[in-house]
Nanobody
């Protein structure tokens, strides 16, 4: 069982930036593919970004490409999501997730462990 503890989030004005963190309490952190997902009110949870074991492989949803940056530090067992140029469509609860061997890192079912979620609200 992998515990993922999220921090960060909050309310920021449109055009602003936020950074989310996801800390893992598992010595095997480096063996997991890590991902970020988000769920807006009334919508399904959607893929945001994923990063492979050594950080050499990274995938972004088209909606955040060029604005968000995913990164990880395996020694510290932490993953981050740096979010810039935020707009109201980015308002959602953000979740971090860990998966061992996802066939498709964009799919929710490929991840076995999830963080508690953190609210991100973009105000105009």
């Amino acid at each position: 069982q992998v515990q993922l503890l999220q921090s960060g989030g909050g309310t920021v004005q449109a055009g602003g930036s936020l950074t989310l963190s996801c800390a893992a309490e598992d010595r095997k952190f480096s063996t997991y593919v890590m991902g970020w997902f988000r769920q807006a009110p009334g919508k399904e949870r959607e893929f945001v970004a994923a990063i492979w074991w050594s950080g050499g492989g990274i995938l972004y949803a088209d909606s955040v490409k060029g604005r968000f940056t995913i990164s990880r530090d395996n020694a510290k067992k932490i993953m981050w999501l740096q979010m810039n140029s935020l707009n109201r469509e980015d308002t959602a609860v953000y979740y971090c997730a860990a998966g061992l061997l996802p066939r498709d890192a964009r799919k929710i079912d490929e991840y076995a462990f999830w963080g508690q979620g953190t609210q991100v609200t973009i105000s105009s």
